[in-house]
DNA sequence: CGTCACGGCGTACAGCGTACGTCATCGAAC
DNA sequence: GTTCGATGACGTACGCTGTACGCCGTGACG
């Protein structure tokens, strides 16, 4: 594995990720750049662009990999449905606090519209209708966005404790839930 | 006005904020920099930077300008002055699409902070006490900014009309607010 | 009339993403 | 055992960025 090594590549895709999102957690988000990641893991800059397309590329791979643990429950409560999801949800991203910009912006959302899409089809097979179930997704999708976007910078700069703003969260959520059980589900 | 013009400045601060509105709406945000902006305005890069401390400055003068016509009602109502305030604010985002991003970047939440603030602020006019008011500020404040995160890149891609994202906004902040009504506010 | 503060400007630097060309090394084919 | 194509690592170089710094011309004030 010394240096200039053929097919047998040391560096592998997965490996680039994640350092890259050691690196970002470490040093932040904006002190990620190729030549910084490449030094880190004790390769050229341009051995990256092996393995990565592009640095949009990278941020796909890392934002796939902060969202892989998000799980869609397979219940026949829809309620549970979508609390899970929209509960989980926010709790893994609130663990990856400093990636969150990468994960919410506007390029990358369709890693977020993916698992959106499954909660709803989950929702279908619990038994709501089509349009009630891209309603759901839509109106709670907007509540768990929001509660990302907002509570990871009140977070950061330490102003309010987590277990506040969890609180707060699971307010507005029930809310939501019963106001969409009457107006939507019904 | 020539070259060189002492005291008697074309540049303003708000010339040069207005100019990278415009820029940013034409080119896009990613094209919008403090050479490309000084060449629109027939000045020196430099010269900018007499005006705005930062690049980061200049953004924080465009989100003001951007946010400047969001104004809250003040009504005896809370949930008209919920619903007027996520309502307008959404729109005048919507209508800034191309510099959605720049608001809601996680150094210029400020900005869209001070308004809620206000909006706390008069619904304790309302009548509710400072823990409902602050609650119903942060729960409606989290939906609001989910729907300007999530509808916008909708918009842009065109997969969905306004109108459909206008009316499923509504529906769930009206099933928010009577879920909040009843949970919090009683 | 002298001087002074200030706005505009050009130059220069460090850092960025990445296109491109080269070279070493491997597995497979003969 | 020898050759060959593929692949990955690497260095160099280009164009672009934000902005620190210093100079110059000007209008206002004492």
Redesign the interface.
């Known amino acids: 594995m010394a240096a200039g090594t053929g097919t047998t590549s040391a560096l592998t895709r997965e490996r680039v990720v994640v350092a890259a999102i050691a690196l970002a957690e470490r040093d932040g988000l904006a002190d990620l750049s190729m030549r910084r990641l490449a030094a880190e893991l004790g390769a050229g800059t341009m051995s990256l662009y092996n393995h990565v397309s592009d640095k949009e590329d990278l941020f796909d791979g890392m934002v796939e990999a902060v969202l892989a643990p998000v799980r869609i429950a397979d219940s026949a409560d829809w309620r549970e449905i979508v609390a899970t999801w929209a509960t989980d949800g926010r709790q893994v991203l609130l663990d990856r606090i400093d990636l969150i ?1 990468l994960v ?3 390029q990358r ?1 369709v890693h977020l519209g993916r698992i959106s899409g499954a909660v709803g089809s989950a929702l279908e097979r619990a038994g709501l209708d089509p349009g009630a179930a891209a ?1 759901v997704v ?2 709670v ?7 990302v ?5 009140r977070l ?1 700069t330490g102003g309010v404790s987590r277990a506040a703003l969890d609180r ?2 699971a ?2 959520l ?7 059980d ?3 589900v019904g």
């Open positions: 910009p919410i912006a506007p959302l309603t839509r109106v999708g907007r509540y768990f966005a929001g509660a976007l907002l509570d990871a910078p950061r707060t969260f307010t507005g029930s809310a939501l839930l019963s106001g969409l009457a107006e939507v």
